[in-house]
């Protein structure tokens, strides 16, 4: 809680809200050289320079509806808030941002705590016909979190998962740990390390998405070899939706190919992953030991 932003609910680390990374990150020189290297090889006749962003170049239309007064989830209609779950990180995004068009903001971000206050914002949003998009990590390239969702909604919100960061549960016998979806790749492996765990899903974007987004969209993690796709490794997963949202209602793992890759169904509370293959194929390990040896195997 010590490092809550109050304003915003938010506890991450700032983000850019334009780009990849976070806001006090740079490139650095091998970077810059890299990039000066593609740029002549891409546009020999020369480059437009562009300059950054800044939240001062954008001008939003105020939220349509007003956030209930009392006893509500955690809430912000910042202009930061909103810019940073207004796109997600394709090419298309960043040139929106850069030509300052933002043509979807979310009118509200929601950072709820817990379950309850997911079943919360979708009652709300459900008797107010609000829209509501998770929000992973929003490294979506396919414009799946951005808020554009026709005129047939009042408003939208984005419902940042970041607080469902935990690991619940690990069943060493199985090889399996009950997840929270909105956890951060690095966040997941930290928590896997000490009991000699990893889940071995490496995207890309492995630093800023998270396991429901990997999920939702069925992601491929290319840093690793055989089984890479995290359908491969999730055995079961708890779905909260508007009308169903029962606590204990969790779908097993024969029933989860149709939620990998299935994009808005409702929201991932938590996920048990498990390791893939162990006994008869050794060395495709998901859950698998972690030391060097084990994992040159691979
Ligand atoms: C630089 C870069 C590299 C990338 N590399 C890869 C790669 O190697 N492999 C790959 O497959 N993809 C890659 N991607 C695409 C992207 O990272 C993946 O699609 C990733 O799985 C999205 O995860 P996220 O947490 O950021 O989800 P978000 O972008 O936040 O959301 C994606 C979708 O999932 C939904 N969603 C998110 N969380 C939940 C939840 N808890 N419950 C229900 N729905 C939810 C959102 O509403 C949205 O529809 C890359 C993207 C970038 C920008």
Known sequence: MSNLNHKTGSARAKLRFWGWGY??????DDELQMIDLMLEELMPGGSVEVDEP?????????????VPQHSWVFTSISKYDRLVH????????????????????PDWVCFPRDESDVERILAHATENNIAVIPFGGGTSVCGAVEPAVGNSYRATISLDLEHFNRVLEIDQ??????????????VLEAALRPHGLTLRHFPQ?????TLGGWIATRAGGHFA???THVDDFFESTRMITPPWNHPDATIAGFGCGSLAG???TGIRGYTWCDHR???QTAAGAAMASIDQSTLREF
Request: glycine share 12%; no cysteine; hydrophobic share 35%.
């Open 225 to 227: 070899t055989r089984y």
């Open 277 to 279: 293959g162990m006994g």
């Open 173 to 186: 016998t199985s090889r399996a740990a009950r997840v929270q979806a909105g956890i951060l790749g690095p």
């Open 23 to 28: 806001a006090d990150e740079q490139l650095g």
């Open 205 to 209: 974007s492995f630093k800023f998405s």
């Open 262 to 264: 299935s994009y808005g």
């Open 86 to 105: 207004s796109f997600g990180k394709s090419y298309a995004d960043l040139v929106g941002m850069l030509l300052r068009r933002v043509d979807n903001p």
């Open 54 to 66: 800044q939240l001062d170049d954008f001008k939003l239309p105020p939220p349509r509806v007003e």
